[in-house]
């Protein structure tokens, strides 16, 4: 029937609009190049594709953990994170939706009258979507960015999660084993101090000295049992390993101080350059500037439609109508002034997260400063010296110029600054952290995956 080809050029407008709806940009592209250049992969999100992922994991718990391996399952095996990359699949198919016309509409319309009966085709099009299909991929596009760089961010915070809580399971491994072995010494000495006050060779006053200090040593043993027990517990969780009898091997301590500092040239703006959160602040931006000009522009076209209609039996009957919304009771105006609110909202919340960015990187760089010259002070001067002291005393007591409980007294000396420099160890590595997190930001709230777009309340006239 000729009323196909009457019909014809609205349906070719259709086709060429709907091969327009698939978009160029990579929804994965940003996360696979921070997990490369972190040196972690990224596992498959589908639960019945886990059997690589799973086989990764045993080899590297098969292994001592260390900081990089340790950040490696978390990758693979944090279902939080998991979870998170699995938006990014939501984003893509919302970014192809944003890029498609809503199907057109045919009616068939069968009639009868004095001449017989008669049958109408009717095929309409939303022209208004048509009209701003590329400025809704551009949002679309938009927000799939800040999606993204959502994701990115998550990548880095359980890096930096998962490395933290690595380096406090470690020390305060390191700290229990060493006042396990401090608390034997002390209680032998405390037993041996009630032998010689029940002889007479003791004041009471020493004996409660020693007394004393037992029962503080066993006090500081009970708190590192029960952080050592905390660490490893949250190191479980960043894991993502669930069962608490997979067992983790910690070496005995963290690495040496180095010798140097890598120097951190233009840290601010090396932080400006490269952070995610600011990036996702003007990807924001971005998207609320086009839909403000989208809100702008569509004032007077909202709800615009074509319908072509015809008669199955008459060829000749045939019409074209336009339909558009009335704006008598809503102008647009209030959304318009939304939009450019959400804007201005915007853009100071990126003017407050770049001067935030900003104290960040100079708090962090200054903290690892300090920390690393406090770290050098007891590894190079107070521990040396404590140990100077220790191997003296040791000459003297088997020359019998001290007795057992000065030697002793000198263990009670030591605890303080070993257990001290096991902090400032841990704070340096901590502070190393902290600046890298200042460099590359630090998640900010979920981003929405569905397309807010002015053609999501716009309907057909008269459909």
Known sequence: MNIITKLSPLAAVVLLSACAGTSGLNTTALVQQQAADQQVQLAATDPALRAEAEQEIALLLAEPLTQQSASRIAVLNNPDFLAALSSLAISTAQLTQAGLLPNPGLRLIRSRSEEGYNTELDFSLNLFNLIFLNKNKAIAQQQAKQQQQQVALQLMDLLTKSRSAFIEAVVAEQRFHYLQTVQEAIDASAELANRMYQVGNYSELQQARQLKFAAEIRLQLAKTRQQQQQSREQLYLLLGLSDPKTRLQLPAYLPAIPASLDSVKDAEQQALTQRLDLQQAKAK????????????????????????????????????????????????AARVSKAEAEYQQAWWLAKSLEQKARSEVRQAYALQQSSYQIARHYQDQLVPLAQKINRQNVLRYNGMLIGVFELIADTQAQVETVT????????????ELRLQQALWGSPSLPVSTETNTTNSSATAAGH
Do not use: C, I, T
């Open 285 to 332: 931006l971005a998207q609320l500037e086009l839909q403000l000009e989208l809100e702008k522009n569509s004032l007077f076209v909202r709800g615009l439609s074509a319908e072509v209609a015809g008669s199955m039996q008459q060829s000749a009957e045939r019409e074209l109508a336009l339909g558009f919304e009335l704006p008598l009771f809503d102008s647009g």
């Open 420 to 431: 001290g420099q096991m902090m400032a160890q841990r704070d340096f590595y901590l502070s």
